[in-house]
């Protein structure tokens, strides 16, 4: 079964986007790598499923 994704990404609290910018990368890094494994665990079931016709 695959796993859904339940990052978010959320607005900081003092109106900007940006408040820690050292913090928002790590986040956004972190998400951009789960999607990224995300992506290839799709591919790799799309594969599979291709592969059995």
Known sequence: M???INSKIRR??????FHDSRQDV?????VCNELIDKV????????ELSSKD
């Open 2 to 4: 695959i796993k859904k």
């Open 40 to 47: 290839n665990e799709l591919t790799d079931k799309v594969n």
């Open 26 to 30: 790590a986040t956004l890094t972190r």
């Open 12 to 17: 900081s609290n003092n109106g900007g986007i």
